[in-house]
């Protein structure tokens, strides 16, 4: 498993279970396997995008509005420049766990992404890797881990000449905790209080760890109601402090097309004039 020990170990770490059919310990072998499949049906899935170096990572605590807002927005400016790329989410790669079948018997529906959720990332992050050693765009939909998990990806990602935009959207987390609640009583997924808090508590040591990155990179901070953001990039000691500015609490109601509609325009328009592929010139200007 091309991955190091101090990432695996976080993995293991944070999504432990005791249970053996959710346990990661596959052969080398099967993981090589497992990784080719994903990746030959992911490029198959995604038009088969041709080589440019470029990153596009949506970053925010669960419940924060990723999927919902940020995901479709940065979709609809690829789309609008007929950019083909490869999205990457830990739940596409639920299916390709060999136990799936016999964790679904086991468990409820709505416990099966916590269940699998050590096995997701680990594929995930393998094809991540093979798809930066193929140039492939990407669009990236984890938000930040671990510091050792971040400075892995980095250093994939510097060493094939990529840039990245980190599109960040920031949120209080009483506010992300009654969105989640919310959710899991609409979808009946469990979202366990440990996994929740960790991606909330993760975020300030991820950016701390990402203040040293030697690729070209932009920023942008978004919240759920203003219609642009705020654009920085690293290294910027007063990121997290810009973060936590945006995260208000607000008493606004909060209404989700016109702010999902903004959130496109902006991309669009954004797109149009830079380029996806993260330069240094584009760092100062974009």
Not at 20 to 26: K, N, Q, V
Not at 101 to 118: C, F, M, P, Q
Not at 142 to 163: A, I, K, W
Not at 273 to 282: A, G, I, L, M, W
Request: proline content about 5%; glycine content about 4%; hydrophobic content about 40%.
């Amino acid at each position: 498993m091309f991955m190091p020990m101090d990432v695996v170990a976080f993995i293991r770490n944070q999504w432990k279970c005791e249970d053996p059919l959710c346990a990661i310990d596959f052969s080398q072998t099967l993981w090589g396997e497992l990784c080719e499949r994903a990746y030959l049906d992911l490029t198959e899935r995604c038009g088969y995008p041709k080589a440019s170096k470029f990153c596009i990572r949506l970053v925010g605590q669960s419940g924060s509005g990723k999927t919902s807002q940020l995901l479709p927005a940065v979709k609809a400016a690829l789309e609008a420049q007929s950019q083909k790329y490869v999205s990457l989410a830990v739940r596409d790669f639920v299916p390709y766990h060999p136990n799936l079948s016999a964790i679904r018997e086991h468990y409820d529906e709505g416990l099966v992404r916590e269940k699998t959720n050590a096995f997701a990332l680990t594929l995930l992050t393998l094809v991540l890797v093979r798809c930066i050693r193929a140039h492939l765009p990407i669009l990236f939909e984890v938000t930040l881990l671990s510091p050792e998990y971040e400075r892995f990806v980095h250093q994939c990602l510097s060493e094939e000449g990529y840039g990245c935009d980190y599109h960040c959207l920031a949120i209080a987390k009483e506010t992300s905790d009654a969105w989640i609640e919310a959710r899991c009583r609409e979808t009946h997924r469990v979202v366990s209080k440990r996994s929740s808090d960790f991606f909330f508590q993760t975020l300030q040591p991820a950016f701390e760890s990402l203040q040293s990155v030697c690729m070209p990179n932009r920023v942008f901070i978004w919240d759920a109601y203003h219609t642009e953001p705020q654009r920085t990039h690293f290294p910027d000691e007063r990121l997290w402090q810009k973060m936590q500015a945006v995260a208000r609490t607000s008493d606004e109601p909060l209404i989700f097309e016109a702010a999902l509609e903004a959130k496109k325009k902006f991309l669009c328009n954004f797109y149009r004039e830079y380029s996806f592929v993260v330069t240094d010139k584009q760092m100062s200007n974009g």
